[in-house]
């Protein structure tokens, strides 16, 4: 039953007794470390949607002067979006190799692969950030005041600290690869480590398209709302 | 209540519940300091709150001795005065009240009350501990700056809080900023484990809604924390760029002392949206716990079970989604689009409806109940007084047009002293004297706890009662001294006098209330495992107080919700929620007749 509809009953009615007793005490059918898992990406959620929200706002200002685009943007965006499918093979390939014994060397090859090629994309990513920011504070006339500048240095920040974060959880996973007597905890792990993946893929397209493509996107759908 | 008739419920197959996985600690520093266990976490939570939490009281007698006796005390410089209102408001709120409330109760009684050994991720809630009180060091460590505290105001709005010529502009506001953003990393830790563990770390037969309404109003208060702190953490991360690398997401263009300052172009305002769509929330992250507390305290101390149930769950969940479209009507005197205003005190309004709702079920709770006057009771009663008092001038301050003229006058510092200041202290000092047997196995001192409720019951209102008289004659709040100002009367600087001396005097009966813990815990009576003969689980533990992993070799059942108190037929006046339903205990049926008759 939903979150809500639990809420309709009635504690204290001898019949919802009957089927209470019987409850197991947990509210969704998921491993906790997933529900936690999402109910912090609901978390980064809100602190990304407030940036937008924030940069929007001081958008609308007549005085507003776009920060120039880097052509980087378009490479690291590639890398993310290779490690997050490198994650997806090797959490698919760490399905099979629990499922099919006889197939488990094989596909744990392939969850090998898949694991080192997103770390080694996540890296590129963020070495790629370094670089664009390097770039952008080397082009001339570089003002911190222009607060598209300052927003961009703020929320690819914070994003490449979330991706620092997963490359953590990234590394843990990896030191558990060894561990062949604990497949399902393996899998837990690349499970968890591929969610956060494409979450932060996810987010980094919405920010990409809408702030740091180049094309104003944000602008258009502040024109389209009628705020702009 | 349950229908306890013989019979009524059926056979329930014999329980299987096992051992979860438990940290075990292997030394004393594993158990003691760098502990994993709930239990210690909250009590490490709490020592750390009160201690912070004394120095906001101390910088709290500093400032009323300034306003009640202006040109006495020369140690006392307006400098100095921002730095202490500033530190006491966000002491008081933030590392007292919220860390207090959700990782001192909700560490320790989240686990015990829905029956688990302990939080579902241990080696986070304690990580969670070490970083709330790294964020409280690096907070008291900006006393000790050069230029000292920040002097902003608790708000801390800019571009005033980086600004030359405010306190604390050099060290104390980077150091106030990044303590804050600690305490949300450190609390956001906390908070998952709260929230998984109440979603998914509950005993068998526990359902949603079989747990105590504390639960209930620290798991909703926990929920509107995680999503309301991202705001006050976007916002300091970006203040602290403006002061330390020079960017202008909030600083405007200025010229200070003839010279053009390097900022230019930021918005002040988006400070303000960000700050009050985390403050507005966060009066709730205060309240939300006390209404579940409260609930609880009221429901066992009047031997009744809790009018309305369901409804004060939805009440709780109403409050906490309302409270994140209310921020603005903080921001009235800000240049608001008016019908942005009509919208803010709009919504306003409608909170006081689940509000209400719950003030009525607790008076019904206690219409006819058996009240006993105990510690907790009293304290009790007094936040159901105090919230009415501080929730009403509320409405007041919620109608724009009523604001406005009220804005930053004394009016406004009463209202939120007694809606989110006294009202939940109080609930804290109920749930201590309640509670306080069950984490020390010894009950707390009658005498001096009826002499701490009296002095801080009375002293509160004669404290915020004529503040609430200093704001209709407009006098301003923040305001180092009144001066020579001749609008107002000279009784408002006389009564300012009172206030100070009221102040102090509630002030050392706080320190009655700490000898009081410090003794009982020596000298206190015996209190055995269920003084208060409660029936949610925390007072069914086969130790008290608890041992590691909670209960004892098994998990506890549930087979009922936690308000079964005087149910008809039953010899006790109490069924626990683990009581299997053929080992309740009935009187025969005539005597069950005429007792049935009062409940």
């Not at chain 2, 306003?348 to 709770?365: E, G, H, M, R, S």
């Not at chain 2, 509670?435 to 196995?441: A, D, H």
């Amino acid at each position: 039953m939903s979150f809500f509809g639990q809420l309709a009953e009635k504690p204290w009615l001898s019949a919802q007794g009957r089927i209470d007793n019987l409850h197991e005490g947990v509210a969704f059918s998921l491993p906790r470390a997933k529900l936690a898992l999402r109910i912090f990406l609901a978390v980064v959620t809100v602190l990304f949607m407030l940036l937008i929200i924030a940069y929007a706002e001081r958008m609308v200002h007549e005085d507003w002067r776009p920060a120039p685009p880097l052509r980087l943007l378009w490479l690291n965006t590639a890398m993310l979006i290779l490690s997050s499918v490198a994650l997806q093979w090797a959490k698919v390939a760490v399905g099979r190799a629990e499922s099919s014994p006889l197939a488990r060397r094989q596909e744990m090859e392939h969850v090998k692969w898949g694991l080192t090629a997103a770390g080694v994309f996540g890296s590129a990513f963020l070495g790629g950030q370094i670089v664009a920011w390097w770039q952008l504070d080397s082009i001339p006339f570089f003002d911190i005041t222009n607060p598209a500048i300052a927003f961009f240095f703020l929320i690819t920040g914070l994003h490449a600290l979330h991706m620092l974060g997963g490359l953590v959880a990234w590394g843990r996973t990896a030191a558990r690869l060894n561990d062949d007597a604990n497949l399902s905890r393996l899998r837990l792990s690349i499970e968890l480590c591929t969610v956060y993946w494409h979450f932060l893929l996810a987010v980094w397209l919405v920010l990409f398209v809408l702030l740091f493509s180049g094309n104003d996107n944000l602008a258009t759908l502040l024109a389209i709302c009628g705020i702009r | 209540m349950t229908d306890v008739t013989p019979g009524a419920i059926d056979f329930v197959p014999p329980a299987e519940v096992k051992d979860v996985e438990l940290y075990h600690p292997k030394s004393w520093v594993t158990k003691y300091v760098f502990s994993q266990d709930a239990k210690v976490i909250a009590i490490q939570y709490s020592m750390t709150a009160i201690a912070i939490g004394l120095i906001g009281l101390v910088l709290s007698w500093v400032m009323r001795l300034q306003l009640g006796f202006p040109d006495t005390f020369s140690i006392i410089d307006p400098s100095g005065y921002y730095q202490f209102i500033t530190m006491h408001g966000m002491i008081m709120v933030i590392y007292l009240l919220t860390a207090l409330f959700l990782g001192g109760f909700g560490n320790y009684f989240i686990p015990l009350m829905v029956g688990a050994r302990d939080m579902v991720f241990p080696y986070v809630n304690m990580l969670s501990y070490w970083i709330y009180l790294l964020a409280v060091l690096v907070l008291v460590a900006s006393f000790f700056m050069p230029g000292g505290p920040t002097g902003a105001g608790w708000t801390l709005y800019p571009p005033q809080a980086i600004l030359a010529g405010t306190p604390g502009q050099e060290w104390g506001i980077v150091l106030m900023l990044s303590s804050l953003a600690l305490f949300i990393v450190g609390f956001t830790m906390g908070g998952l484990n709260y929230v998984v563990t109440v979603l998914q770390g509950r005993t068998r037969g526990m359902t949603l809604m079989r747990m105590p309404l504390t639960i209930w109003g620290i798991f909703m208060a926990t929920v509107l924390a995680l999503l309301a702190f991202p705001a006050l953490f976007v916002g300091a991360v970006m203040m602290l760029f403006d002061r330390l690398i020079g960017t202008s997401f909030f600083m405007p263009s200025i010229v200070e002392f003839g010279e053009h300052l390097q900022y230019g172009g930021g918005s002040p305002i988006l400070f303000q949206h960000l700050f009050w769509f985390f403050g507005h929330p966060e009066v709730y992250i205060v309240a939300l716990p006390a209404f579940g507390i409260v609930s609880d305290l009221i429901s066992c101390h009047a031997r009744k079970n809790i009018f309305g149930y369901r409804m004060m769950v939805w009440a709780l969940v109403a409050i906490g989604a309302l409270s994140f479209v209310v921020w603005a009507h903080h921001m009235y005197v800000s240049g608001m689009n008016p019908y942005f205003g009509f919208f803010f005190a709009t919504t306003t309004l409608i909170i006081a409806i689940p509000t209400a709702i719950k003030v009525y079920n607790w008076i019904l709770t206690l219409w006819r109940g058996n009240i006993h006057l105990t510690l907790p009771m009293l304290f009790a009663l007094a936040f159901i007084v105090t919230f009415v008092n501080g929730g009403i001038t509320g409405l007041f301050l919620g109608n724009a047009v009523v604001d406005v003229p009220l804005s930053d006058t004394m009016f406004v510092v009463a209202h939120f002293h007694m809606v989110m200041g006294v009202a939940p202290i109080f609930v804290i000092f109920g749930a201590i004297y309640h509670w306080y047997p069950k984490i020390t196995g010894r009950m707390l001192n009658e005498p001096m706890g009826k002499f701490h409720f009296w002095i801080s019951f009375l002293g509160a209102y004669a404290i915020y009662f004529p503040m609430h008289y200093l704001g209709f004659l407009g006098v301003p709040r923040r305001y180092f001294e009144l001066g020579d100002t001749a609008i107002y009367p000279q009784s408002a600087a006389a009564l300012n006098a009172f206030i100070t001396i009221v102040a102090l005097i509630v002030g050392v009966a706080q320190m009655v209330f700490l000898y009081n813990l410090v003794w009982s815990y020596f000298k206190g009576k015996h209190a055995g495992s269920n003084p208060w003969r409660a029936t949610s689980l925390e007072w069914q533990t086969a130790e008290t107080p608890p041992g590691h992993g909670n209960f004892g070799k098994e998990l506890p059942v549930v087979y009922r919700w936690a308000y079964d108190y005087s149910v008809p037929g039953v010899v006790e006046d109490f069924i626990p929620q683990n009581l299997p339903p053929d080992q309740i205990k009935y009187s025969d049926q005539k005597a069950s007749g005429a007792q049935g008759a009062g409940a």
